[in-house]
């Protein structure tokens, strides 16, 4: 792994077919990786140090957006992480949707071993 450090990422996913998905493949990078599935559970988990948060838009109580802001408005280390919208949609709407919410970026579900690399090199090559 990126300079053997074990990275932590949560994934945020109601789905629960993605979220083994998403960890199975982010295990096999050799992340360490927390899930929650509602948008009240990241809240509470984000309050920890990860490296990464994969956020689902379409979540069952609190709209993934509202997540996204509730964790940057927050002044401490864990407002910075970054955050990237796991989602079926990615059109210009949305991604405007994204910035405004405070989230880095976005990957179309399904999450892929391609999608994950491209993921991990993008945002943790400096972590």
Same mark, same amino acid.
């Given at each position: 792994m990126?300079?053997?450090?074990?990275l932590?990422?949560?994934?945020?996913?109601?789905?629960?077919?993605?979220?083994?998905?998403?960890?199975?493949?982010?295990? =096999? @990078?050799?992340?360490?990786?927390?899930?929650?599935? %509602?948008? /009240?559970?990241?809240?509470?988990?984000?309050?920890?140090?990860y !490296?990464?948060i994969?956020?689902?838009i379409?979540?069952?109580?609190i709209?993934g957006?509202?997540? =996204? @802001?509730?964790?940057?408005?927050?002044?401490?280390? %864990?407002? /910075?992480?970054?955050?990237?919208?796991?989602?079926?949609?990615? !059109?210009?709407?949305?991604?405007?949707?994204?910035?405004?919410a405070?989230?880095?970026?976005?990957? =179309?579900k399904?999450?892929?071993?391609a999608?994950?690399?491209?993921?991990?090199?993008?945002y943790?090559?400096?972590?």
């Amino acid at each position: 792994m990126m300079n053997d450090k074990i990275l932590k990422i949560l994934v945020v996913e109601d789905a629960a077919i993605a979220a083994k998905m998403a960890v199975m493949v982010l295990e =096999a @990078k050799g992340c360490k990786v927390d899930i929650a599935v %509602t948008g /009240q559970e990241a809240l509470e988990k984000s309050k920890n140090y990860y !490296d990464l948060i994969l956020l689902d838009i379409g979540l069952p109580d609190i709209e993934g957006y509202e997540v =996204a @802001k509730e964790i940057r408005g927050r002044q401490d280390k %864990t407002s /910075q992480v970054p955050i990237v919208a796991l989602t079926a949609h990615d !059109d210009p709407d949305t991604q405007e949707k994204w910035k405004e919410a405070g989230i880095d970026s976005g990957i =179309a579900k399904p999450f892929t071993i391609a999608k994950c690399e491209k993921l991990l090199r993008t945002y943790l090559k400096s972590r």
